[in-house]
């Protein structure tokens, strides 16, 4: 037994093959598509779209990753990142409120001043859950969340949302290759094996 | 019998104490998985090994035999489920058996 095993890697390659199914994408997506287009219809309305998004990972887990992955649960050392992970989300969420709420305040800024704030703040946050999830795609899709970011605030509307919309379709597009990848790799296995009894 | 010594156990033979259930490429592989995993199903392990469903029902068995795996079975959304998961005495075998390894390439090299 002379190849070195390398458990940091195997229980790496155990946590991304469940990232691996392109609903991350399709969340992002979606998140990028629904924020496009209602400024484009000009439609508060199309806020309420954001509920979509919501059930993406829990209902695609259930039906797409699961039956074809399996169940694990993970141990302490991911456990303890996936914690520092929704401790980054739940700032990002506060802050992103806060940041809303200004203009109420009477301390609205041009956007053309908090856009590149705006994101810088976002870039960091996508890095830093893209470290400690081991998720890499999601550098690039901060950057180009900072990048629709800029774009807005430097040449505001339609310039801004379109650019958004077409960063939606763009991961839109790489989550539907992933996802077919995925369903490929994992074809639904036969009843006796979930069944199965070690 | 969870242990064949290789040379006798007085010579100070490092080889003579490898876990021959856990040398088995197979074997490691799957107790490797276990090993960083809290636990998973059958499913899951298949994946990642790239056993063959029987393959690694029967090396599941061994490791259960001599008390490496615990294998539970439950009902998660009303379908019957294998969750297994290392014991402690598997987890001490499995980093017996690494110490084991290194000590002997540490004195080949």
Known sequence: MSEEINLKAIERKAWTSYFDDGLWEFLFAALFLIGGVRSLADNEWYTLLLLVPVLILPVGKKLITVPRLGHVKFGSSRKLKQAKVIAILIVSVLTTLALLLLPDLGLSLPRSLVSPIVAGWIALVFGLIAHYTDFKRLFAYGLLYALTEVLWGQFGEPVGPIAQTISGIAILLVGIAVLMRFVRRYPLPAEATLNVQG | M???????????????????????????????????????????????????????????SKLDAVGYVNVKKEFVDKKPHTMLHLTEKGRAAFRKYARSMKQVFGNLV
């Open chain 2, 2 to 60: 969870s242990k064949a010594k290789a040379g006798s156990k007085d010579d100070g033979n490092p080889l003579a104490e490898i876990d021959q259930v856990i040398h088995e490429p197979a074997r490691l592989n799957i107790m490797a998985q276990l090993y960083v995993l809290e636990s998973a199903d059958f499913l899951f392990l298949m994946r990642q090994t790239g056993l063959t469903f029987g393959n690694l029902s029967s090396h599941l």
